[in-house]
Nanobody, 123 residues
């Protein structure tokens, strides 16, 4: 079992930045791909970014490409999502998720989820 805890959300003005963190605990983190998804109330949970265990494979949604950077520190069992040039449409609850194996964009392929952290971008 892998437990995930997100942090770093908050209220920021458009154009600002936030760094989200996803801390993992429980069984070994080794070999797990980690992804970030986001969800607006009443809508589906959408893929944002993902990173492989080694960090060698990274994927971004087109909507955030160039504004967001995903990274991980395996020694700290933590994955980060640096978000810059934030827009009001980035407002959502952001979730991190883990799966053993390769990076995928399908939320249904992820086995473990955090509780989410709210990001609100004001215009």
């Amino acid at each position: 079992q892998v437990q995930l805890v997100e942090s770093g959300g908050g209220l920021v003005q458009a154009g600002g930045s936030l760094r989200l963190s996803c801390a993992a605990s429980g069984r070994s983190f080794r070999g797990y791909a980690i992804a970030w998804f986001r969800q607006v109330s009443g809508k589906e949970r959408d893929f944002v970014a993902a990173i492989s265990w080694s960090g060698g494979v990274i994927a971004y949604a087109d909507s955030v490409k160039g504004r967001v950077t995903i990274s991980r520190d395996n020694a700290k069992n933590t994955v980060y999502l640096q978000m810059n040039s934030l827009k009001p449409e980035d407002t959502a609850v952001y979730y991190c998720a883990a799966r053993s194996g390769a990076v995928v964009r399908d939320r249904n392929e992820y086995d473990y989820w955090g509780q989410g952290t709210q990001v609100t971008v004001s215009s």
